[in-house]
């Protein structure tokens, strides 16, 4: 069975400062894995995946994420914080279903960002 | 653009009273489907379409249906709307290609509140 584990369901970081937002999957199989943001109000956009190939991944607004297979991690980080990255942030793996996938998500981490 | 749309984006209804929340798509997708986020949880899977093959999670309660009559338009009833219903619900889509790997595009979801 596919699952994930978010640690820390708040973060607070100050403007400037390394962004880092843990991540640890169960898997059977090789995963698939997700991260994907939520601001207030709107729905979720997917920040970055990791398929196979290359087990750092790049993505949106500056964020990355790096596929560790021994430590069973996908932690996100940004190397800078900006005040519009103030959000909810939330890891997914995936299984498959009858033509479609099914996204098994973290219970999130919300991220708050200090002037 | 290309989005997913929901309507409405905050729904009330009474205890026991039918609502139905609908969500429509300019992205062709042959999947479509619907989750459940309940306040501070990640989203679940409650079921997703398929072209017109509906699947159902197999816990989903049997107050929860779906109707899908054309691509476009895909939509959630609840029949007898409990206190414990209460919740995010989110609308999403995806190509439909039978990857793992498959983004999945978000509405931005319908809150409901039951009184």
């Known amino acids: 069975a596919q699952s994930v584990t978010q640690l820390g369901s708040h973060v607070s970081v100050s403007e400037g400062a390394l962004v880092l937002l843990r991540c640890n999957y169960s898997s059977s199989v090789p995963p698939y894995l997700f991260w994907y943001v939520q601001y207030p109000n709107q729905g979720l956009q997917l920040l970055l995946k990791?398929?196979?190939?290359?087990?750092l991944v790049k993505g949106i607004n500056g964020f990355e994420a790096e596929f560790k297979k021994s430590e069973t991690s996908f932690h996100l980080t940004k190397p800078s914080a900006h005040m519009s990255d103030a959000a909810e942030y939330f890891c997914?793996?995936?299984?498959?279903?009858?033509?479609?996938?099914?996204?098994?998500f973290g219970t999130g981490t919300r991220l708050t960002v200090i002037p | 653009d290309a989005m997913v749309i929901q309507n409405p984006r905050y729904q009330v209804t009474q205890f026991g009273k039918p609502v139905t929340l609908s969500c429509s798509q300019t992205?062709?997708?042959?999947?479509m489907y619907w989750y459940q986020q309940k306040s501070s949880q990640a989203p679940k899977l409650l079921f997703h379409y398929y072209d017109k093959d509906f699947n159902n999670e197999a816990d989903t309660p049997d107050n929860f249906q779906s109707r899908r009559p054309n691509t476009s338009f895909c939509f959630l009833d609840i029949r007898s709307p409990g206190l414990g219903d209460a919740a995010m619900y989110l609308c999403a889509t995806s190509g439909g290609q039978g990857g793992l790997w498959e983004t999945q595009y978000f509405g931005p979801g319908t809150r409901l509140l039951v009184l």
């Open positions: 997914a793996v995936t299984r498959t279903l009858t033509g479609a996938n099914n996204l098994f």
């Open positions: 992205l062709n997708h042959n999947v």
């Open positions: 990791y398929t196979t190939g290359a087990t």
